[in-house]
C-alpha cells in the first residue's frame, strides 16, 4: 500500500463515525432542507406499503420501520447520527457541517 494511501486511512480513522457521516453527501442531504419532506415521503411509504400488506410479516416490520423516518422528519432528528455517537438534533448537525 502506498504511504499517501495508508496516511489517509489513519486520518479517517481518528475521525468519529458520526461526525464523517454528517460530512457526507448523504448526511448533508438528509440533514438538510429536502431531507425532512424526504424522510416524511418515504416514512409515509413505508407505512402504506405496511397497511397494504398488514396481514403478513412484511407488513408489520414496514410499520413498525416508518416510525423511524416518520419521527426523524418530524422532529428533525438524525437517528443515523445518534446510532453513530453524534447528535441527535437535525439543528446541530447542520451547524457543526
Given at each position: 500500500m502506498p504511504l499517501h494511501q495508508d496516511a489517509r486511512a489513519q486520518d479517517r480513522r481518528s475521525v468519529p463515525a458520526a461526525q464523517r457521516f454528517?460530512?457526507?453527501?448523504?448526511?448533508?442531504?438528509?440533514?438538510?432542507?429536502?431531507?425532512?419532506?424526504?424522510?416524511?415521503?418515504?416514512?409515509?411509504?413505508?407505512?402504506?406499503?405496511?397497511?397494504?400488506?398488514?396481514?403478513?410479516a412484511l407488513g408489520i416490520v414496514l410499520v413498525a420501520?416508518?416510525?423511524l423516518p416518520l419521527s426523524a422528519g418530524s422532529f428533525d432528528v438524525c437517528w443515523i447520527s445518534a446510532a453513530l455517537g453524534g447528535p441527535l438534533?437535525?439543528?446541530r448537525i447542520r451547524a457543526e457541517q
Open positions: 454528517n460530512r457526507s453527501s448523504f448526511g448533508r442531504f438528509v440533514n438538510g432542507a429536502w431531507g425532512r419532506p424526504f424522510r416524511l415521503v418515504a416514512g409515509s411509504a413505508f407505512l402504506v406499503a405496511g397497511l397494504v400488506t398488514l396481514p403478513s420501520w416508518s416510525v438534533s437535525g439543528r
